[in-house]
Every structure is written in C-alpha cells, then in structure tokens.
T-cell receptor, first 109, second 114 residues
Framework: GQNIDQPTEMTATEGAIVQINCTYQTSGFNGLFWYQQHAGEAPTFLSYNVLDGLEEKGRFSSFLSRSKGYSYLLLKELQMKDSASYLCAVPDNTDKLIFGTGTRLQVFP | DTEVTQTPKHLVMGMTNKKSLKCEQHMGHRAMYWYKQKAKKPPELMFVYSYEKLSINESVPSRFSPECPNSSLLNLHLHALQPEDSALYLC?????????????FGPGTRLTVT
C-alpha cells in the first residue's frame, strides 16, 4: 500500500525560505507530485519528480531521493500569497494518485 | 485553454433532492476524475473515467452516480444524500490515466446537504 507523511502545519516569515518535507512508502514508484491549494480553491500543479535530484522552477524547487523515499518542496523569497496547503502525491500501482494529508503553510509579514 | 470548469459553484440540497454536478474540459484530455474533499483533508478519489469508460469506482455509495456523456463532459448525479456528504467536490482531468501526467483541477462545487 501507500503511506505518505508530511508535517501538518508550518509557519514562516515573508522573504524567508521554507522547506516542506514528504516521506513516502510505495510498492513501485511512478514519480511524485507537489500541488498547491489555497483555502477554498482547487489544487494546482507545482512539480513532478521521477528522477533523483533537484528541479528548480522560479522561486519553487522540488527534490527527490528515491532510495530514501523522500522529497521536499523548497520555497524561496516567501510571499504572503504563498500561504496555502502543499500536497505531496504519489501514484499507486494502478496509477491512482494518493495524496498526503497536506502541509498548511502560513506566511507572516 | 487549460481550464476545467465546474457548475454550480455552490449547491444546497435536501436529503430527498436529486441534483447533478457538471464538469467540462476542452484540453482533449482522455481521463477525468471526481474527488471529494472535506475541510483540512486531502482530496479523496471517487471515480476515474478513461476514454469515456468508468475505470475506477472507489467503493462509492450508489447515491453518487457518475456519467461521462462525451470526452469533454463529466457529470455526478446525486440522490438521497446524507449530511455527511457535505464537502467540496472536485473534478480533474489529465492527458490520460498514466501517472506521469499532471491533473488539472476545476474550482470545485461546495455541496451542503441539509
């Protein structure tokens, strides 16, 4: 089966850097997704990692280590609008996307 | 057009009502999904359609009935719902069911069952 763990809540200050961790256990691996979800809105795609290493996209970067079952999302130069839930998601062996519980990030001025 | 649209945005219904949620995408995606999301919880998969055929039903009660009239449309018919069914219902689509493709989510329908 799938097991995905992420911290429930994090806080950070505007302009800072924050790292949101995700550990997973899967039977087989088909990549890992990060989605952002603002309160009351739809999740939006941030990144997809299938190979080890860091992928950078502007202020957001995502890292994957398949051997450790570990990923993180790195947010730089935090802005107030980055306050949202960040969902780590991994497909299972039927291609069904399994979401972690999400990390609620609050950015303070 | 990278948008998934859903109607209505909000819906309040009684336990004896029949209503339908609608979802539409014009990205040529061949996989479409219904998710249910409770407050402060992640989305939970309900149904997956692939090439207009139902491919996954996550043991959802029969009071929820999905329909895929064509490759762009996905409906969720609701009948005799319970108050605990109140949630945000999200539709999503992806290029196909393969896990390598990101899912595009609609804005959701906020459903309240009274």
């Amino acid at each position: 089966g799938q097991n995905i763990d992420q911290p429930t809540e994090m806080t950070a200050t505007e302009g800072a850097i924050v790292q949101i961790n995700c550990t997973y256990q899967t039977s087989g691996f088909n990549g890992l997704f990060w989605y952002q979800q603002h309160a009351g809105e739809a999740p939006t795609f941030l990144s997809y990692n299938v190979l080890d290493g860091l992928e950078e996209k502007g202020r957001f970067s995502s890292f994957l280590s398949r051997s450790k079952g570990y990923s993180y999302l790195l947010l730089k130069e935090l802005q107030m609008k980055d306050s949202a839930s960040y969902l780590c998601a991994v497909p299972d062996n039927t291609d069904k996307l399994i979401f972690g519980t999400g990390t609620r990030l609050q950015v303070f001025p | 057009d990278t948008e998934v649209t859903q109607t209505p945005k909000h819906l309040v219904m009684g336990m004896t009502n029949k209503k339908s949620l609608k979802c539409e995408q014009h990205m040529g995606h061949r996989a479409m999904y219904w998710y249910k999301q409770k407050a402060k919880k992640p989305p939970e998969l309900m149904f997956v359609y692939s090439y207009e055929k139902l491919s996954i039903n996550e043991s959802v009660p029969s009071r929820f009935s999905p329909e895929c009239p064509n490759s762009s449309l996905l409906n969720l018919h609701l009948h005799a719902l319970q108050p605990e069914d109140s949630a945000l219902y999200l539709c999503a689509s992806s290029q196909d069911r393969s896990s390598v493709y990101e899912q595009y989510f609609g804005p959701g329908t906020r459903l309240t069952v009274t």
